[in-house]
């Protein structure tokens, strides 16, 4: 296919509202800021599309912060220039990239530590880690106190490049942990007991995602965090709003939008006729009968977003009510407005959709 006939073809298309997301990270980075705390802009939820990471390098972000070496190799190809920070615990087989690309990384093994110190005495450089303490949400992170304050000490004393910059904790993404007070202010005391064994202040101590904001939000936030690696909460900050409760009307919402085209629209029952055995994707759903309503049919699915009840229509009246893997099916009998076909709708999105239309090849990009 040649450029001009697949220019014709732009939808489904993703909007990105670049001025919006600068808004978004430059309240959060005041914000924090006010607080003492600095932000790590993490760029892995929407793959790190370079025009999008600049407006995070522009409004403030201390870091970069993303799980991924590729998306650090691609930035800095690109002439990206603010330092980057690994939050995934490092592979052996990138430890090289690592100490070559990345100022700073988050560590919990004392062997992926040592392959780290040799590899910087072969490319004669230094690299920052921040040490995970596990509070209980069971993801990355060192769990036994004791063994935690050891390693720390063993960075201090036995590995010369690796500069123990300070220790941090992830919260709320497999546990499902809520941060509080209490489990902040733990890794607070641990930092604290590291300091006076190593006899000198810890510069960094992160406490968390999005999942944390609700503290610097109450003003609850322990005196002693001084990081944050913050994504969706300045990205979409749909999060907070639907999950926590909180006023996040200061955030646009609509910094990432999926644009569909309408290829069907009829009058139909809302519940299957005939035995109901399993959907495209090997699921057994349940339908509730409303009886006949009026439907239309986009031309995007499950191949673009995956989860069609993590995308938000943004048409007064719309409902979505089921997906298959190119199809997304609406609901369009409440509509005050008239939905024809080949209209474009327009929806926003919690996380999931973001990250998987942004990371799709197929998909337009198109900022405005
Ligand atoms: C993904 C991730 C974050 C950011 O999560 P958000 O919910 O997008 O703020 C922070 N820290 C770690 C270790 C992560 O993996």
Redesign the pocket.
């Known amino acids: 296919m040649n450029q001009k006939t697949y220019s014709e073809f732009k939808y489904p298309m993703l909007e990105i509202n670049l001025k919006h997301v600068y808004e978004n990270v430059k309240y959060m980075v005041d914000l924090c800021k006010s607080q003492g705390i600095s932000i790590?802009g993490?760029i892995?939820?929407f793959n790190a599309i370079p025009e999008v990471v600049k407006q995070f390098e522009r409004a403030g972000c201390t870091y970069l912060?993303?799980?991924r070496m590729n998306q650090i190799i691609k930035l800095k190809q690109c002439g990206i220039e603010k330092p980057f920070m690994m939050?995934?615990i490092p592979m052996f087989s990138e430890i090289k990239e690592l100490v070559q690309f990345v100022a700073i990384s988050?560590n919990s093994e004392l062997e992926t530590l040592n392959m780290i110190q040799k590899e910087c005495e072969v490319q004669d450089k230094k690299h920052k880690v921040i040490l995970?303490l596990d509070l209980g949400d069971l993801?990355?992170g060192v769990f036994d106190e004791e063994e935690f304050i050891k390693l720390a000490e063993y960075v201090e004393n036995h590995l010369e490049n690796v500069e123990l910059y300070g220790v941090?904790t992830?919260l709320?993404?497999y546990g499902s942990i809520r941060p509080t007070e209490e489990n902040l202010g733990k890794l607070c005391s641990v930092a604290e007991i590291i300091e006076s064994k190593i006899n000198r202040r810890l510069e960094m101590i992160?406490g968390?995602?999005?999942?944390s904001?609700p503290l610097i939000l109450d003003g609850q936030m322990p005196k002693r965090i001084n990081n944050?690696?913050?994504?969706?909460?300045?990205?979409l900050a749909e999060?907070l709003e639907k999950f926590w409760g909180y006023d996040m009307k200061h955030m646009h919402k609509d910094t990432f939008t999926l644009k569909a085209q309408v290829v069907e629209i009829k009058r139909k029952p809302t519940h299957p006729i005939g035995e109901i055995f399993i959907d495209a994707f090997g699921n057994k759903p349940t339908y509730e009968d409303n009886g006949i309503r009026k439907r239309a049919l986009l031309a995007v699915g499950k191949q673009d977003f995956v989860l069609h009840d993590k995308l938000i229509p943004l048409k007064q009246g719309v409902k979505i009510i089921g997906s298959s893997s190119d199809h997304l099916i609406i609901d369009i009998e409440d509509c005050d407005i008239e939905t024809k076909l080949g209209d474009i709708l327009d929806f926003i999105m919690y996380?999931p959709p973001m990250m998987y239309l942004s990371g799709y090849a197929d998909i337009p990009k198109v900022f405005i």
């Open positions: 790590a993490v892995k939820g912060a993303t799980s939050i995934r988050l995970m993801r990355e941090g992830n709320g993404c992160s968390g995602a999005t999942t904001l944050l690696r913050i994504g969706e909460g300045m990205l999060d996380y």
